[in-house]
Protein backbone atom coordinates (compact mmCIF):
# COMPACT_ATOMS: atom_id res chain seq x y z
CA UNK A 1 0.00 0.00 0.00
CA UNK A 2 1.18 3.43 -1.07
CA UNK A 3 0.89 6.03 1.23
CA UNK A 4 -0.36 8.89 0.47
CA UNK A 5 -1.01 12.57 2.39
CA UNK A 6 -3.72 13.49 4.59
CA UNK A 7 -5.88 10.64 5.22
CA UNK A 8 -5.53 8.33 2.02
CA UNK A 9 -4.27 5.05 1.70
CA UNK A 10 -4.64 3.74 -1.78
CA UNK A 11 -3.98 -0.08 -2.17
CA UNK A 12 -3.75 -1.10 -6.38
CA UNK A 13 -5.23 -4.69 -6.84
CA UNK A 14 -4.30 -4.55 -10.24
CA UNK A 15 -7.36 -5.60 -11.90
CA UNK A 16 -6.16 -7.30 -14.87
CA UNK A 17 -6.72 -5.16 -17.90
CA UNK A 18 -10.07 -7.02 -19.77
CA UNK A 19 -8.67 -7.80 -22.90
CA UNK A 20 -10.07 -5.67 -24.85
CA UNK A 21 -8.92 -7.15 -28.35
CA UNK A 22 -9.91 -10.86 -27.39
CA UNK A 23 -12.94 -9.36 -26.17
CA UNK A 24 -14.38 -7.67 -28.90
CA UNK A 25 -13.27 -10.68 -31.74
CA UNK A 26 -15.32 -13.08 -29.57
CA UNK A 27 -18.69 -10.68 -29.82
CA UNK A 28 -18.68 -9.88 -33.18
CA UNK A 29 -17.76 -13.49 -34.02
CA UNK A 30 -21.04 -14.80 -32.00
CA UNK A 31 -24.12 -15.42 -34.39
CA UNK A 32 -26.01 -12.40 -32.77
CA UNK A 33 -23.17 -9.70 -32.31
CA UNK A 34 -22.53 -8.26 -28.80
CA UNK A 35 -19.80 -6.17 -26.82
CA UNK A 36 -19.41 -5.45 -23.93
CA UNK A 37 -21.05 -1.80 -21.95
CA UNK A 38 -17.42 -2.36 -19.94
CA UNK A 39 -16.38 -0.79 -23.30
CA UNK A 40 -17.97 2.39 -23.17
CA UNK A 41 -15.73 4.32 -20.66
CA UNK A 42 -12.75 5.27 -22.42
CA UNK A 43 -11.60 8.74 -21.67
CA UNK A 44 -14.67 10.36 -23.86
CA UNK A 45 -16.90 7.49 -23.21
CA UNK A 46 -16.75 8.53 -19.64
CA UNK A 47 -17.09 12.70 -20.66
CA UNK A 48 -20.37 11.29 -22.68
CA UNK A 49 -21.57 9.58 -19.80
CA UNK A 50 -21.36 12.52 -18.00
CA UNK A 51 -23.18 14.49 -20.05
CA UNK A 52 -26.10 12.00 -20.31
CA UNK A 53 -26.65 12.74 -16.43
CA UNK A 54 -27.35 15.83 -16.77
CA UNK A 55 -30.27 15.35 -20.36
CA UNK A 56 -33.50 16.32 -19.45
CA UNK A 57 -34.39 12.82 -20.26
CA UNK A 58 -32.08 10.77 -18.17
CA UNK A 59 -34.02 10.70 -15.05
CA UNK A 60 -31.69 8.09 -13.18
CA UNK A 61 -28.88 10.37 -11.75
CA UNK A 62 -31.05 13.27 -10.43
CA UNK A 63 -33.69 11.23 -9.29
CA UNK A 64 -31.71 8.63 -7.11
CA UNK A 65 -29.42 11.90 -5.66
CA UNK A 66 -33.16 13.68 -4.86
CA UNK A 67 -34.28 10.17 -2.97
CA UNK A 68 -30.40 10.44 -1.28
CA UNK A 69 -30.69 13.98 0.01
CA UNK A 70 -34.27 13.48 1.04
CA UNK A 71 -34.37 10.58 3.23
CA UNK A 72 -29.98 10.81 4.01
CA UNK A 73 -30.64 10.50 7.80
CA UNK A 74 -33.18 7.59 7.85
CA UNK A 75 -30.62 5.77 5.36
CA UNK A 76 -28.19 6.32 8.39
CA UNK A 77 -29.72 5.36 10.99
CA UNK A 78 -30.13 1.73 9.24
CA UNK A 79 -26.69 1.64 7.83
CA UNK A 80 -25.06 3.15 11.26
CA UNK A 81 -22.44 5.37 11.99
CA UNK A 82 -18.60 5.03 13.18
CA UNK A 83 -18.66 2.31 10.36
CA UNK A 84 -16.47 1.11 7.50
CA UNK A 85 -18.07 1.97 4.39
CA UNK A 86 -17.54 0.44 1.22
CA UNK A 87 -18.57 2.09 -1.89
CA UNK A 88 -18.64 0.01 -5.33
CA UNK A 89 -17.54 1.48 -8.79
CA UNK A 90 -17.56 4.90 -6.76
CA UNK A 91 -16.54 6.73 -9.56
CA UNK A 92 -16.07 10.80 -9.30
CA UNK A 93 -17.82 9.58 -5.97
CA UNK A 94 -20.04 12.69 -5.92
CA UNK A 95 -23.35 10.46 -4.63
CA UNK A 96 -21.53 9.46 -1.49
CA UNK A 97 -21.32 12.90 -0.74
CA UNK A 98 -24.70 13.46 -0.19
CA UNK A 99 -24.96 10.90 2.46
CA UNK A 100 -21.37 11.64 4.20
CA UNK A 101 -22.71 14.21 6.76
CA UNK A 102 -25.28 12.11 7.69
CA UNK A 103 -23.36 8.77 7.63
CA UNK A 104 -20.14 9.81 9.12
CA UNK A 105 -18.14 6.60 8.80
CA UNK A 106 -15.20 5.94 10.34
CA UNK A 107 -13.59 4.81 7.27
CA UNK A 108 -14.71 5.66 3.67
CA UNK A 109 -13.15 3.22 1.35
CA UNK A 110 -14.27 3.71 -2.59
CA UNK A 111 -13.70 0.95 -4.46
CA UNK A 112 -13.16 1.68 -8.59
CA UNK A 113 -11.37 -0.08 -11.70
CA UNK A 114 -9.92 3.08 -12.55
CA UNK A 115 -7.05 3.97 -10.96
CA UNK A 116 -6.97 7.81 -11.65
CA UNK A 117 -10.67 8.39 -11.60
CA UNK A 118 -10.60 6.76 -7.85
CA UNK A 119 -7.25 8.60 -6.96
CA UNK A 120 -8.54 11.60 -8.14
CA UNK A 121 -11.53 11.71 -6.59
CA UNK A 122 -10.15 10.72 -3.49
CA UNK A 123 -8.11 13.35 -2.98
CA UNK A 124 -10.85 16.05 -3.91
CA UNK A 125 -12.74 14.17 -1.06
CA UNK A 126 -10.32 14.45 1.62
CA UNK A 127 -10.16 18.04 0.92
CA UNK A 128 -14.08 18.87 1.89
CA UNK A 129 -14.12 15.88 4.35
CA UNK A 130 -10.30 16.53 6.48
CA UNK A 131 -10.83 14.23 8.90
CA UNK A 132 -12.08 11.12 6.84
CA UNK A 133 -9.84 8.05 6.81
CA UNK A 134 -10.05 7.05 2.97
CA UNK A 135 -8.95 3.43 1.94
CA UNK A 136 -9.12 3.71 -1.64
CA UNK A 137 -8.94 0.52 -3.16
CA UNK A 138 -8.80 -0.26 -7.45
CA UNK A 139 -10.08 -3.41 -8.03
CA UNK A 140 -12.93 -4.60 -10.47
CA UNK A 141 -15.95 -5.52 -8.88
CA UNK A 142 -17.37 -7.89 -10.96
CA UNK A 143 -15.26 -10.71 -10.65
CA UNK A 144 -14.00 -11.70 -7.08
CA UNK A 145 -12.34 -9.31 -5.53
CA UNK A 146 -10.19 -8.25 -2.43
CA UNK A 147 -10.64 -5.53 -0.02
CA UNK A 148 -8.43 -3.98 2.40
CA UNK A 149 -10.08 -4.94 5.49
CA UNK A 150 -8.85 -4.97 8.88
CA UNK A 151 -9.72 -8.27 11.01
CA UNK A 152 -11.45 -6.23 13.61
CA UNK A 153 -13.64 -4.34 11.33
CA UNK A 154 -16.79 -6.23 12.07
CA UNK A 155 -18.89 -3.35 11.46
CA UNK A 156 -19.55 -3.21 7.46
CA UNK A 157 -21.99 -1.50 5.16
CA UNK A 158 -21.95 -0.97 1.16
CA UNK A 159 -23.11 1.83 -1.18
CA UNK A 160 -23.70 0.84 -4.75
CA UNK A 161 -25.63 3.45 -6.69
CA UNK A 162 -26.62 4.44 -10.02
CA UNK A 163 -28.25 1.03 -10.98
CA UNK A 164 -25.16 -0.02 -12.23
CA UNK A 165 -26.41 -3.66 -11.07
CA UNK A 166 -28.77 -3.16 -13.89
CA UNK A 167 -26.05 -4.06 -16.33
CA UNK A 168 -25.75 -8.00 -15.24
CA UNK A 169 -28.29 -10.08 -16.31
CA UNK A 170 -29.81 -11.40 -13.39
CA UNK A 171 -27.96 -14.48 -12.88
CA UNK A 172 -24.51 -12.24 -12.69
CA UNK A 173 -26.45 -10.14 -10.31
CA UNK A 174 -27.58 -12.63 -8.21
CA UNK A 175 -23.72 -13.72 -8.22
CA UNK A 176 -22.41 -10.33 -7.80
CA UNK A 177 -24.74 -9.50 -4.77
CA UNK A 178 -23.72 -12.95 -3.09
CA UNK A 179 -20.66 -12.10 -3.15
CA UNK A 180 -21.03 -8.09 -1.52
CA UNK A 181 -23.32 -10.53 0.87
CA UNK A 182 -20.47 -13.19 2.35
CA UNK A 183 -17.82 -10.04 1.93
CA UNK A 184 -20.03 -8.07 4.88
CA UNK A 185 -21.23 -10.49 6.83
CA UNK A 186 -23.95 -11.10 9.27
CA UNK A 187 -25.55 -7.50 10.47
CA UNK A 188 -23.82 -5.67 7.22
CA UNK A 189 -25.83 -3.56 5.35
CA UNK A 190 -26.09 -2.64 1.57
CA UNK A 191 -27.38 0.56 0.10
CA UNK A 192 -28.46 -0.06 -3.52
CA UNK A 193 -29.89 2.20 -6.27
CA UNK A 194 -32.11 0.36 -8.94
CA UNK A 195 -33.96 2.00 -11.53
CA UNK A 196 -37.97 0.69 -11.68
CA UNK A 197 -39.63 -0.38 -14.85
CA UNK A 198 -41.94 2.62 -15.88
CA UNK A 199 -43.80 3.57 -19.43
CA UNK A 200 -41.43 2.88 -22.15
CA UNK A 201 -41.85 6.41 -23.87
CA UNK A 202 -40.36 7.53 -20.22
CA UNK A 203 -37.16 4.66 -20.94
CA UNK A 204 -36.88 5.31 -24.74
CA UNK A 205 -36.39 8.76 -24.47
CA UNK A 206 -33.72 8.31 -21.64
CA UNK A 207 -31.85 5.89 -23.91
CA UNK A 208 -32.58 7.68 -27.22
CA UNK A 209 -32.18 11.60 -25.94
CA UNK A 210 -33.15 14.38 -28.27
CA UNK A 211 -29.58 16.11 -28.89
CA UNK A 212 -28.45 12.51 -29.42
CA UNK A 213 -25.76 12.20 -26.79
CA UNK A 214 -26.76 8.52 -26.13
CA UNK A 215 -26.50 7.81 -29.66
CA UNK A 216 -23.03 9.29 -29.59
CA UNK A 217 -21.80 7.34 -26.46
CA UNK A 218 -22.87 4.12 -27.85
CA UNK A 219 -21.33 5.17 -31.43
CA UNK A 220 -18.01 5.72 -29.23
CA UNK A 221 -17.30 2.71 -28.81
CA UNK A 222 -16.77 2.16 -32.70
CA UNK A 223 -14.45 5.04 -32.68
CA UNK A 224 -12.64 3.69 -29.94
CA UNK A 225 -12.62 0.06 -31.45
CA UNK A 226 -10.98 1.85 -34.54
CA UNK A 227 -8.75 3.09 -32.43
CA UNK A 228 -7.27 0.94 -30.13
CA UNK A 229 -7.34 -2.01 -32.70
CA UNK A 230 -7.05 -0.91 -35.82
CA UNK A 231 -10.09 -1.51 -36.80
CA UNK A 232 -12.21 0.35 -40.26
CA UNK A 233 -15.56 0.85 -39.08
CA UNK A 234 -17.21 3.70 -41.19
CA UNK A 235 -19.43 5.52 -38.22
CA UNK A 236 -21.91 6.82 -40.73
CA UNK A 237 -23.07 2.87 -41.70
CA UNK A 238 -23.81 2.10 -38.25
CA UNK A 239 -27.36 4.01 -36.19
CA UNK A 240 -28.04 3.86 -32.67
CA UNK A 241 -31.23 2.16 -31.62
CA UNK A 242 -32.46 2.07 -28.02
CA UNK A 243 -35.56 0.23 -26.84
CA UNK A 244 -37.09 -0.75 -23.65
CA UNK A 245 -37.67 -4.81 -23.61
CA UNK A 246 -40.83 -5.34 -21.56
CA UNK A 247 -40.86 -9.23 -21.68
CA UNK A 248 -37.23 -9.29 -20.28
CA UNK A 249 -37.50 -5.78 -18.79
CA UNK A 250 -34.68 -4.37 -20.19
CA UNK A 251 -33.56 -1.50 -22.06
CA UNK A 252 -31.49 -3.08 -24.64
CA UNK A 253 -28.79 -0.46 -26.66
CA UNK A 254 -28.06 -1.42 -29.98
CA UNK A 255 -25.65 -0.13 -32.83
CA UNK A 256 -27.56 -1.11 -36.35
CA UNK A 257 -25.52 -1.89 -39.39
CA UNK A 258 -27.87 0.87 -41.95
CA UNK A 259 -26.20 -0.97 -45.39
CA UNK A 260 -24.50 -4.43 -46.04
CA UNK A 261 -20.87 -4.01 -45.26
CA UNK A 262 -17.59 -5.60 -44.48
CA UNK A 263 -15.48 -4.59 -41.64
CA UNK A 264 -11.94 -5.11 -40.51
CA UNK A 265 -10.65 -5.53 -36.76
CA UNK A 266 -7.46 -6.77 -35.48
CA UNK A 267 -6.96 -8.44 -39.07
CA UNK A 268 -10.19 -10.22 -38.82
CA UNK A 269 -12.94 -9.59 -41.61
CA UNK A 270 -16.62 -9.56 -40.19
CA UNK A 271 -19.84 -9.06 -42.35
CA UNK A 272 -22.94 -7.41 -41.75
CA UNK A 273 -26.26 -7.81 -43.57
CA UNK A 274 -28.20 -4.58 -43.99
CA UNK A 275 -30.11 -3.96 -40.64
CA UNK A 276 -27.87 -6.74 -38.63
CA UNK A 277 -26.91 -5.44 -34.94
CA UNK A 278 -24.30 -5.11 -32.57
CA UNK A 279 -25.84 -5.12 -29.04
CA UNK A 280 -24.16 -3.21 -26.58
CA UNK A 281 -25.83 -2.83 -23.57
CA UNK A 282 -28.58 -4.13 -21.04
CA UNK A 283 -29.90 -2.08 -18.66
CA UNK A 284 -32.46 -4.15 -16.02
CA UNK A 285 -35.20 -2.18 -14.57
CA UNK A 286 -36.71 -4.29 -10.95
CA UNK A 287 -39.70 -3.39 -9.79
CA UNK A 288 -39.75 -3.52 -6.03
CA UNK A 289 -40.71 -7.10 -5.80
CA UNK A 290 -38.10 -8.53 -8.54
CA UNK A 291 -35.93 -6.77 -6.36
CA UNK A 292 -36.73 -8.00 -3.21
CA UNK A 293 -36.32 -11.72 -4.75
CA UNK A 294 -32.71 -11.08 -6.44
CA UNK A 295 -31.66 -9.74 -3.01
CA UNK A 296 -33.16 -12.75 -0.79
CA UNK A 297 -32.10 -15.21 -3.15
CA UNK A 298 -28.26 -13.49 -2.78
CA UNK A 299 -28.25 -13.90 1.12
CA UNK A 300 -30.18 -10.57 1.49
CA UNK A 301 -33.13 -9.52 4.26
CA UNK A 302 -34.71 -6.58 1.99
CA UNK A 303 -35.17 -4.26 5.06
CA UNK A 304 -36.32 -0.24 3.51
CA UNK A 305 -36.84 1.32 0.27
CA UNK A 306 -37.27 4.68 -0.73
CA UNK A 307 -38.32 5.79 -4.09
CA UNK A 308 -39.24 9.19 -5.44
CA UNK A 309 -43.01 10.68 -5.43
CA UNK A 310 -43.24 9.90 -9.24
CA UNK A 311 -42.11 6.33 -8.73
CA UNK A 312 -39.18 6.66 -11.36
CA UNK A 313 -36.10 5.29 -8.94
CA UNK A 314 -35.40 3.33 -6.01
CA UNK A 315 -33.02 2.62 -3.14
CA UNK A 316 -32.99 -0.34 -1.05
CA UNK A 317 -31.39 -0.94 2.19
CA UNK A 318 -30.64 -4.54 2.47
CA UNK A 319 -29.24 -6.87 5.12
CA UNK A 320 -27.20 -9.72 5.47
C1 LIG B 1 -24.28 3.34 -15.90
C2 LIG B 1 -25.60 1.42 -16.14
C3 LIG B 1 -26.38 3.21 -14.85
O1 LIG B 1 -27.90 1.79 -17.65
O2 LIG B 1 -28.65 3.77 -17.31
C4 LIG B 1 -26.84 5.42 -19.66
C5 LIG B 1 -25.55 3.50 -18.50
N1 LIG B 1 -26.40 3.70 -20.84
N2 LIG B 1 -27.34 5.61 -20.89
C6 LIG B 1 -27.73 2.99 -17.42
C7 LIG B 1 -26.25 4.20 -19.63
C8 LIG B 1 -27.06 4.58 -21.60
C9 LIG B 1 -26.30 3.51 -17.22
N3 LIG B 1 -25.64 2.86 -16.07
Not at 42 to 49: M, T, V
Not at 229 to 238: G, I, N, Q, R, W
Request: proline residues 6%; negative net charge; contains cysteine.
Amino acid sequence: SLQTPGSIRFFDYRPTPADVRAEVLDGLGRPAKCLSPKLFYDQRGSQLFDAITELPEYYPTRTEIRILREYGSEMADLLGRDNVLIELGSGSSLKIQTLLAALQPSVYMPVDISKEHLLESAHALAERFPNLSIRAACADYSAPFRLPLEPDWTDLAAFFPGSSIGNFDPDQARLLLGRVASLLGPGGRLLIGVDLPKDPAILNAAYDDAQGVTAAFNLNLLSRINRELEADFDLDAFSHRAFFNTERSRVEMHLVSRIEQQVEVAGVRFGFRAGETIHTENSYKYGIDAFHRLAEDAGFVAEQVWTDNQGLFSVHCLRV
